[in-house]
């Protein structure tokens, strides 16, 4: 008996080869088409692109400097650039603006390169290279030129377009089915097949949907392309994902084809709540997200505003918030966003103000550090979920470091220091703690790591609590059992002015370039940015140039060797070889001025370090009113009015407090096992929500409050509740 699998392919085979037997596309196919068409049109070759073709392409068909024989997955697949260059010159071809416009010439050529390209059937071991760079490059052609290009060519084409079919083993839910069946459903309106062109749209049409615990977008709004839970919303999830569906849906929109407007709205949702939350600024990339594509060089420059503008055109919810969006990355605004968010399904959280924007990485017992290499780029990136807290103002201090970059020293990173990284097939570890999470309203939030490295014998409790203009950093249990030092990084970043520090009670210095190890300091400021110490610290500082090559982040071949020179400042902790109870207190004060922060009334006066033991971390912001404490075991904390605050497990809390008595509370289970937090105040309190259950006592005047946690996929999230006095 036929396996069904099998049967669809015989039968989409013989879809393929089946000549036209005289029926037209409907005016709404043609309709799509030419909206596909257009938009390949948008981008043309310049005519010095079209000349450095031409000037590459032999007389075979093949150009001189693509090495056919390498189709291994290190090689990178350089063969895809001929497909492409194809592409270029049939844009030239097409458009009317073109010198090279209905140029013959050109076509000749496209033909010979085709020639070349279906004679040989070029297949590299990278099955992506096969179901979709060359079947996308290759439909494009076809929609482009097709009719104008020999028919043996055409269909010689199609076995290798039709590599990109539902049944390909990268077509799996999510990431890249959408963009798998968007290039077989490009194909099929070539080929004129209007009934596998509908069943394909409606695959589409229900890729946009919740797949907590799968592949696909989380509830959380984040992204994971693989079982391993990685964050990949800004990767897979931006381009492969969401803009693949948002491209389709603007190819169908005013049609039969027109996608629901529910799944188009979720897909807004997913933009603004999950992808934008993710970019600095909603504009610019944030490093912290990456992963072995940190490994690629890149340019500087904001996101594109095409999938904005489609948006746009296919739903008007939420347009006020994508408006300014897009006039952000057009640079017609500036940032004026405040919001702090939990990534409960990813272990991220963020945090922006109009005038910065951080991020805290980590893994636990329910996901996985960081993407493997596939591929080969990407193989210093094991300690890049170890607690990274990267800091942007303008959102390039990171851009291409990464070459020069101390890969032991990562910002907001514990880390053995080790000769050097473990092989490039020890990247991918799980994790070895249930204890990482957040508490946060929205606006606020701490962050608790309860961190065992999955590389080295080393384990922390780490945790940050951030505020408004000012967030600050614990660390404690500090312990590690191999003979070498142990590093807390503050921050390792592009150099950028001079470097000050204060100790106590002196002025300011300046530091010359070099390695210095310093002690009893209060200050360091470093391109508005200022570090202080509750107390009088020692601390390690680099600033000076360093060197490296991108050849040294990768397995890839081709990749440039040339030295790179860049100057980078480093501040970090030294914990020194195997601590047994090592600890780390500082304070961040992103966009500060210099003589603001050395008089100290930019943090010493405003944050107080409550607790930064194996029991409990907790911080106090004074004008705020807000208590932020992390309850790692059962344990009791005296706030610094005199609130005692305690719980019976291990949990989260923020608690505001106004006038001597708590008004609101935010909790929630890092661990993830719980129904309920239980919590003791001192004082009588009441609450009308019905997810809260107080008893109180007179005699001990004080109240003990079950506040139910969310549970299934929203498990680690926070819920707040309202508390007053009793009369």
């Given at each position: ?38 938009e ?105 030129l ?12 199609q ?11 990268g ?5 890249d ?55 990949n ?7 492969k ?18 996608f ?9 949702d ?50 006020e ?239 440039s ?21 090592g ?20 943090s ?12 409990t ?52 289970d890092?661990?993830?096992k ?5 919590l ?6 009441s ?41």
């Amino acid at each position: 008996m036929t396996h069904p699998k099998h049967l669809f392919l015989v039968l989409f085979t013989v879809l393929l080869f089946t000549p036209k037997i005289g029926f037209c596309l409907d005016g709404e196919l043609d309709t799509i088409k030419d909206r596909i068409v257009q938009e390949l049109l948008k981008t043309p070759p310049s005519e010095g692109e079209v000349l450095s073709i031409l000037d590459k392409i032999q007389e075979d068909g093949s150009f001189k400097d693509i090495n056919y024989e390498d189709l291994s997955r290190t090689a990178g697949f350089p063969h895809r650039r001929h497909t492409l260059a194809l592409v270029h010159l049939a844009k030239a071809y097409k458009d009317e603006k073109s010198p090279y416009h209905q140029d013959k010439t050109i076509l000749e050529t496209i033909s010979k390169g085709l020639g070349y390209w279906v004679e040989n059937d070029f297949v590299g071991d990278n099955w992506h290279n096969n179901q979709i760079s060359t079947p996308t490059n290759l439909v494009n052609l076809m929609l482009l030129l097709g009719d104008e290009l020999p028919k043996t060519l055409v269909d010689g084409a199609q076995p290798m377009i039709g590599r990109a079919h539902m049944e390909a083993s990268g077509a799996r839910p999510s990431g890249d089915r959408i963009v798998i069946a968007g290039i077989l459903a490009k194909n099929l309106l070539f080929i004129e097949d209007k009934e596998t062109f509908d069943d394909i749209i409606t695959i589409i049409a229900g890729e946009v949907k919740f797949s907590t615990g799968k592949r696909g977008m989380q509830h959380d709004y984040s992204f994971h392309h693989r079982h391993d839970r990685v964050n990949n919303t800004t990767s897979y999830g931006y381009g492969k994902y969401a803009n693949a569906f948002g491209e389709w849906s603007y190819y169908v929109a005013g049609t039969s084809y027109a996608f629901d407007k529910k799944s188009i709205n979720q897909l807004v949702d997913y933009y603004l709540e999950g992808i934008y939350k993710q970019l600095v600024y909603g504009i610019y990339e944030d490093i912290s997200v990456k992963n072995r594509s940190i490994a690629n060089k890149t340019t500087f420059q904001p996101k594109g505003t095409d999938e904005i503008h489609k948006l746009l055109s296919s739903t008007d919810y939420r347009s006020e918030e994508l408006k300014e969006i897009l006039a952000l990355r057009e640079g017609r605004a500036t940032p004026t966003k405040s919001f702090a968010k939990f990534f409960w399904q990813t272990e991220h959280f963020v945090v922006q103000r109009p005038n910065y924007y951080t991020t805290v990485r980590m893994y636990s017992t329910r996901n996985r550090n960081m993407e493997v290499p596939y591929n080969g780029p990407g193989i210093t990136t094991h300690h890049r979920a170890d607690g990274t807290n990267y800091l942007f103002l303008e959102g390039d201090e990171y851009h291409d470091i990464w070459p020069v970059y101390d890969w032991q020293k990562i910002s907001g990173t514990t880390i053995l220091q080790k000769p050097q990284l473990h092989g490039s097939d020890e990247i991918q570890v799980d994790g070895l703690t249930d204890f990482v999470g957040a508490v946060t309203d929205g606006l606020y939030g701490a962050v608790a790591f309860d961190f065992i490295s999955g590389h080295d014998s080393i384990q922390a409790k780490k945790s940050w609590f951030f505020f408004e203009d000012i967030y600050v950093c614990l660390g404690t249990d500090i312990k590690a059992e191999q003979d070498l030092p142990v590093a807390t990084t503050i921050n390792q970043v592009l150099m950028n002015g001079e470097v000050q520090i204060v100790r106590k009670n002196r002025k300011p210095t300046k530091l010359k370039k070099g390695d210095h190890s310093l002690k009893g300091v209060n200050y360091v400021y470093h391109d508005r940015i200022g570090y202080a110490f509750p107390e009088p610290t020692a601390i390690k500082l680099s600033n000076q140039e360093e060197q490296g090559r991108w050849s040294d982040l990768t397995l890839q071949k081709n990749i440039s060797r040339e030295l790179i020179k860049k100057d980078v400042f480093t501040l970090w902790f030294d914990h020194g070889k195997q601590p047994e109870n090592g600890s780390y207190s500082y304070m961040v004060l992103p966009d500060i001025d210099a003589d603001h922060m050395f008089s100290g009334n930019a943090s010493d006066q405003v944050v107080r370090v409550l607790a930064n033991d194996g029991k409990t971390q907790a911080v106090a912001h004074q004008e705020l009113g807000m208590y932020q404490v992390i309850f790692y075991e059962e344990g009791e904390i005296t706030l610094e009015n005199g609130i005692k605050v305690a719980s019976k497990s291990p949990g989260m809390a923020q608690l505001k407090v106004k006038e001597g008595v708590v008004t609101e509370i935010h909790v929630s289970d890092p661990s993830r096992k719980q129904s309920f937090l239980t919590l003791t105040l001192s004082g009588q309190y009441s609450s009308e929500n019905p997810k809260v259950s107080i008893s109180t006592s007179s005699e001990n005047n004080q109240s003990e409050l079950s506040l139910e946690l969310p549970e299934g996929v929203y498990a680690g999230s926070s819920i707040g509740f309202k508390i007053e006095t009793l009369p």
